[in-house]
């Protein structure tokens, strides 16, 4: 699995012009399977993210996690993250996984995320979305499973 996070002010997900998805402080999560990632993989990655230290304290040293500061997740969905650029000018995607094997991944991974306490908000799987980011930092990381 491969996450881009971002630490945010403030993340929406529109989806046909209705707001599906909405939170305040936390982080904006664009989320990839792969064909070899699994539940263990979502997992890892769903205790990683919770309890990364990237959030100020009161000497605005990154010393707090998402918990310590009661953020919010947005999580979406993102095929993209697996596009294989190095041919040609159009992206393949053949390293994404199937739309069903991914999103049983994707929600395994965001009701681990839920399991642990944080509030998470999606976006539609498979859907066209649109993404509204206010990144705070800015703070982006890009972390995978393997």
Do not use: W
């Not at 009161?58 to 310590?68: A, P, R, T």
């Not at 500061?69 to 993102?78: A, D, N, P, T």
């Amino acid at each position: 699995m491969k996450v881009v996070l971002q630490r945010v002010k403030k993340g929406s997900v529109k989806v046909e012009g209705n707001v599906v998805g909405k939170i305040a402080r936390g982080f904006v999560l664009l989320v990839g399977v792969t064909h070899e990632d699994s539940e263990s993989d979502a997992k890892y990655l769903a205790e990683k993210i919770v309890h990364l230290r990237v959030f100020e304290d009161e000497q605005e040293k990154m010393n707090l996690s998402l918990q310590d500061v009661g953020g919010e997740i947005l999580s979406v969905s993102q095929f993209t993250l697996y596009g294989d650029y190095r041919k040609g000018r159009r992206p393949n995607f053949m390293a994404a996984a199937k739309p069903d094997y991914a999103e049983k991944v994707y929600n395994y991974f965001n009701s681990c995320l839920r399991e642990l306490g944080v509030n998470v908000e999606t976006g539609i799987f498979g859907a066209m979305m649109d993404v509204e980011i206010h990144n705070d930092g800015p703070v982006t990381l890009i972390l995978e499973s393997k």
